[in-house]
């Protein structure tokens, strides 16, 4: 028996998309929610119609829910760094906004949105908040309009969440919200066995329960391997391809390319660099180790094999 991936469009929709409970133990846990502040039903809203786009289809996944209270939470799963996620993001919460007023219905009946994506790369890398002196941004970032001077007072009809997976390393999680970074993580390779003994809410372990290979049919294996070989080719192909062209065509300098085509590739394959790993990577001056670091990069999945 193992766990299939829960970051899978097809494992990811039908665990989240349609067991409340689950749902509602991962919204409560992000969001910080408990006692009277918990939300206790939800109903599942039909998912918006998104037009196809070439090598898309399986990189975003997301599922539409409405609380007693009202409010909507759009809640994703994106597994590559694609230009423009910000404002999709942004975008997309804004329509939820918009569409939870009925016609003919006055403003003041809009209710609030919460947008939350899981990240399977860094959004905001540590180490390149690290090199300009910034503040780092930690794994789960909850994010809101405030007054910019007063800094307390805030418009919070639109909210967004982000967890950015890779932040946990490898560090024992902590938490409700680093478990469940955990099983997104590593669900198909931890053992069922072991799971019994860690400490886990009801949600995450109806989660792991759903997500055994074994409740799966058929078909939907199928459509999880081809959801994997698509988001697989997406990443080889165009991100690959574009990190290359980054790497042979700026202007700065063919070793400075090479160091930033290799952090992309890094961030698209959901790598955390560590600051040992930065300081290889800029102290590396050799072009035949960038390049063979970079061909390492486009399959990689830990920094072990991306230096290897």
């Known amino acids: 028996m193992a766990y299939a991936d ?4 097809v494992v990811f929709r039908k665990i989240f998309g349609h067991h409340a409970d689950v749902t509602m133990g991962l919204l409560n846990d992000l969001l910080g929610r408990a006692g009277a502040q918990a939300i206790t039903a939800l109903e599942f ?16 996944v997301d599922v539409k829910c409405r609380d007693a209270s009202g409010t909507t939470f759009v809640v994703e799963m994106q597994v590559l760094p694609v230009t423009g996620f910000l404002n999709r993001v942004v975008y997309n919460a804004c329509k939820a906004y918009v569409g939870t007023l009925v016609r003919g219905a006055g403003y003041h009946a809009l209710t609030d949105v919460v947008a939350v994506s899981l990240c399977d790369f860094e959004l905001w890398p540590d180490a390149e908040r690290d090199r300009a002196g910034q503040p ?39 938490d409700e919200v680093e478990r469940w970074v955990a099983l997104f993580r590593a669900a198909p390779i931890l053992d069922p066995g072991e799971m019994a003994a ?22 939907e294996r199928d459509a999880i391997e081809r959801a994997h070989e698509e988001v697989d080719q997406f990443r080889r192909t165009v991100l690959a391809e574009a990190a290359r062209a980054r790497a042979e065509g700026r202007t700065e300098g063919s070793q400075a390319g090479r160091r930033e085509a290799l952090r992309t590739l890094a961030r698209v394959a959901g790598i955390a660099l560590s600051a040992r790993d930065e300081v290889r990577i800029d102290a590396c001056v050799d072009a035949a180790t960038l390049d063979r670091w970079i061909a390492n990069g486009w399959a990689a999945r830990d920094a072990g ?4």
């Open 136 to 174: 780092r941004v930690p794994l789960r970032s909850r994010w809101e309009m405030t007054e910019r001077t007063a800094g307390g007072l805030g418009i919070p009809q639109v909210q967004y969440v982000f967890v950015e997976l890779p932040k946990l390393g490898d560090r024992v999680p902590a």
């Open 305 to 308: 094999e991306l230096f290897g």
């Open 198 to 219: 860690v400490p886990l809410t009801n949600a995450q372990r109806h989660c792991l329960a759903l997500a055994q290979e074994e409740t799966f049919t058929p078909a």
């Open 45 to 60: 809203l039909p998912p918006d119609q998104a037009p196809v786009v070439p090598g898309f289809k399986y990189s975003i």
């Open 6 to 9: 829960l970051k899978n469009d």
